[in-house]
Each structure stands twice: as structure tokens, then as C-alpha cells.
């Protein structure tokens, strides 16, 4: 062992050993603390055995239904109750038919952002896929018969549908 772990264990061996009882009057004046030193402290006061409470008469366990081994579904808890509301009165306004939330958003953009194509003149060419194909396009071009190229990024492509709704950003990473 290192001189270093040596050291460590006598601390720690120090640090943990039993204090020395407190001096007493019989105890030479040379083993006594002396000023500046701190005191040692007297144990707790252990508080006494009471024997014949053990010996008292207890209840016996009743009988129960219970077993620990055996299983037993858990009971259901009660339905919710209902909440009813009051008719609304007569002097407010009758209720208004549910507005339509309007056509259904067109579907996503299925195509994913490969690649980007740069040439000498400083034009910027998007490479997509659809997962089966691979096909490109400039600012402006129409994709796949469906989707229009609306602005190409660095790091992304914004796309939207020939017929000008669901604009969708598709980053370089696919997504």
C-alpha cells in the first residue's frame, strides 16, 4: 500500500475510536483535558428494562376473512356521477348551429430534402426523393406534377401545392 492510503486509514482509524471516559476526581491530573481542550461527554442515560409489560395479557387475533396468499380483485370504483346543467333561461338567446371548421387541411408533402446543387452562375438546385425516386428543380418549378418549389435555403426547402395551399418547410434532414 501506498504511504498515502496508510495515512488515510490511521485518520480515519483515529476519528472512529471510542472516546475516553470523562475525568474523574480519582482520575490523575495529568489525564485530565487540559484549558483549550474540549471536554469529553458523558454517555446517554439508558432509560430502565420494563420486564412485566412483557409478560401482560394481550388480544387474541380475531378471525378474519383475509388471506395474504390468495388473490382478490380489486373492487371498481363507482361511475362518475353526471352533471346536470340547468335549462338556460327563457330570456337568453337560443342556441347557435356549430359553424363548419372548413375544408380539411391538404394532406403533407410526402418528399424529403437530399441534396443541394449549386452551379458557377450562382443558381441553387433542390435534389428530392420520395422514397422511390430522385428528382430536382429550381425556384419556381413544379415537382412531381403536385408541388411547387417555393424558395430553396441552405439547410431547407420550402414546398407547397400546385394549386397554392399547405405550405410545408422541409429541412435537409428530411423532416
Same mark, same amino acid.
Given at each position: 500500500?501506498?504511504?498515502?492510503?496508510?495515512?488515510?486509514?490511521?485518520?480515519?482509524?483515529?476519528?472512529?475510536? *471510542?472516546?475516553?471516559?470523562? *475525568?474523574?476526581?480519582? /482520575?490523575?491530573?495529568?489525564?485530565?483535558?487540559?484549558?483549550?481542550? !474540549?471536554?469529553?461527554?458523558?454517555?446517554?442515560?439508558?432509560? $430502565? +428494562? &420494563?420486564?412485566?409489560?412483557?409478560?401482560?395479557?394481550?388480544?387474541?387475533?380475531?378471525?378474519?376473512? %383475509?388471506? $395474504?396468499?390468495?388473490?382478490?380483485?380489486?373492487?371498481?370504483?363507482?361511475?362518475?356521477?353526471? +352533471?346536470?346543467?340547468? !335549462? *338556460?333561461?327563457? /330570456?337568453?338567446?337560443?342556441?347557435?348551429?356549430? @359553424?363548419?371548421? #372548413?375544408? !380539411?387541411?391538404?394532406?403533407?408533402?410526402?418528399? &424529403?430534402?437530399? #441534396?443541394?446543387?449549386?452551379?458557377?452562375?450562382? +443558381? &441553387?438546385?433542390?435534389?428530392?426523393?420520395?422514397?422511390?425516386?430522385?428528382?430536382?428543380?429550381? =425556384? #419556381?418549378?413544379?415537382?412531381?406534377?403536385?408541388?411547387?418549389?417555393?424558395?430553396?435555403?441552405? =439547410?431547407?426547402?420550402?414546398? /407547397?401545392?400546385?394549386?397554392? %395551399? #399547405?405550405?410545408? @418547410?422541409?429541412?435537409? /434532414?428530411?423532416?
Amino acid at each position: 500500500m501506498s504511504g498515502g492510503a496508510i495515512a488515510l486509514l490511521v485518520v480515519v482509524f483515529w476519528s472512529l475510536r *471510542p472516546a475516553s471516559p470523562a *475525568p474523574s476526581a480519582a /482520575t490523575p491530573a495529568a489525564a485530565r483535558p487540559q484549558a483549550g481542550q !474540549p471536554a469529553a461527554t458523558a454517555p446517554a442515560p439508558v432509560p $430502565p +428494562v &420494563k420486564l412485566d409489560s412483557l409478560a401482560a395479557d394481550r388480544d387474541a387475533p380475531g378471525d378474519t376473512n %383475509r388471506n $395474504p396468499f390468495r388473490y382478490q380483485p380489486k373492487v371498481a370504483p363507482p361511475p362518475p356521477r353526471q +352533471v346536470v346543467e340547468a !335549462p *338556460p333561461a327563457a /330570456t337568453s338567446e337560443p342556441p347557435k348551429p356549430a @359553424v363548419p371548421a #372548413g375544408p !380539411p387541411p391538404p394532406p403533407p408533402i410526402p418528399l &424529403k430534402f437530399i #441534396g443541394l446543387l449549386e452551379r458557377a452562375n450562382g +443558381v &441553387k438546385w433542390a435534389v428530392l426523393s420520395d422514397g422511390k425516386n430522385v428528382m430536382h428543380g429550381r =425556384e #419556381g418549378d413544379i415537382v412531381e406534377g403536385r408541388y411547387r418549389i417555393v424558395k430553396i435555403g441552405t =439547410e431547407s426547402i420550402e414546398l /407547397t401545392h400546385v394549386d397554392g %395551399r #399547405g405550405r410545408q @418547410v422541409v429541412r435537409l /434532414t428530411g423532416q
